[in-house]
């Protein structure tokens, strides 16, 4: 049976880029990182304009645990569209696993400016700055994601984790008590909620 490189290589120049593209994406889907890596950096090898490629090229690195090239490929793809929303999100997830919480935050904010309505954005955000100790600006940031998206569990754990950061306790535990009435089984929330119970009934 014919490699798929060289199967291709063999087609029209004009369609080889998006054909490795594709099979990049196909690779993707079927979790073989790797490959899926190669097939995206011969397509930018003919093609090294595509931003869709390299931001693509990022995601199946990261997969691999390749981070510090998945971080090289989103850096690239936005040098080509800085408003690729997509990339700048990825990428600061990427900078957050790695503890750089600045440049992390830059990253979630420019996604967030470009796509203000993408909810996944602003809880992003806001876990980068509570990991930077800028809890009322993270606080902000998940009560926007919140807005956006009321079913949104983990920017609602979010939020409340960052009232109780903030000493307000009858925030935290009302915005628990919401959780668990959308999903009685999210057991952190119901955890926190008994943590709060408890120290409030400590004897003074």
Same mark, same amino acid.
């Given at each position: 049976?014919?490699?798929?490189?060289?199967?291709?290589?063999?087609?029209?120049?004009?369609?080889?880029?998006?054909?490795?593209?594709?099979?990049?994406?196909?690779?993707?889907?079927?979790? !073989? *990182?790797?490959?899926? /890596? +190669?097939?995206? @950096?011969?397509?930018?090898?003919? !093609?090294?304009?595509? +931003? /869709?490629?390299?931001?693509?090229?990022?995601?199946?690195?990261?997969? %691999?645990? @390749? #981070? !510090? +090239?998945?971080?090289?490929?989103?850096?690239? %793809? &936005?040098?080509?569209?800085?408003?690729?929303?997509?990339?700048?999100?990825?990428?600061?997830?990427?900078?957050?696993?790695?503890?750089? *919480?600045?440049?992390?935050?830059?990253? *979630?904010?420019?996604?967030?400016?470009?796509?203000?309505?993408?909810?996944? =954005?602003?809880?992003?955000? $806001?876990?980068?700055? /509570?990991?930077? $100790?800028?809890?009322?600006?993270?606080?902000?940031?998940?009560?926007?994601?919140?807005?956006?998206?009321?079913?949104?569990?983990?920017?609602? *754990?979010?939020?409340?984790?960052?009232?109780?950061?903030?000493?307000?306790?009858?925030?935290?535990?009302?915005?628990?008590?919401? &959780?668990?009435?959308?999903?009685?089984?999210? =057991?952190?929330? @119901?955890?926190?909620?008994?943590? #709060? =119970?408890?120290?409030?009934?400590?004897?003074?």
């Amino acid at each position: 049976m014919k490699d798929w490189r060289a199967e291709i290589s063999a087609l029209p120049k004009e369609k080889q880029a998006d054909a490795f593209s594709e099979k990049g994406d196909e690779l993707l889907s079927t979790g !073989d *990182f790797d490959k899926a /890596a +190669e097939a995206y @950096r011969l397509s930018i090898q003919l !093609d090294p304009s595509s +931003e /869709a490629s390299h931001y693509n090229l990022g995601i199946a690195l990261a997969r %691999a645990g @390749r #981070i !510090d +090239e998945a971080i090289a490929a989103y850096n690239e %793809a &936005l040098n080509i569209a800085p408003d690729y929303a997509e990339a700048h999100n990825n990428l600061g997830n990427l900078l957050m696993k790695k503890k750089m *919480f600045p440049e992390a935050i830059e990253h *979630f904010t420019e996604a967030a400016k470009i796509n203000p309505e993408v909810a996944n =954005s602003h809880n992003n955000l $806001g876990i980068a700055l /509570a990991n930077s $100790g800028r809890t009322n600006e993270a606080a902000a940031s998940f009560a926007r994601a919140v807005s956006l998206d009321t079913n949104y569990l983990e920017a609602r *754990f979010n939020l409340a984790q960052s009232h109780l950061a903030r000493g307000d306790t009858n925030a935290a535990a009302s915005e628990l008590e919401q &959780l668990l009435r959308l999903n009685p089984n999210f =057991s952190p929330a @119901r955890q926190v909620i008994e943590q #709060i =119970s408890r120290t409030a009934n400590v004897p003074k």
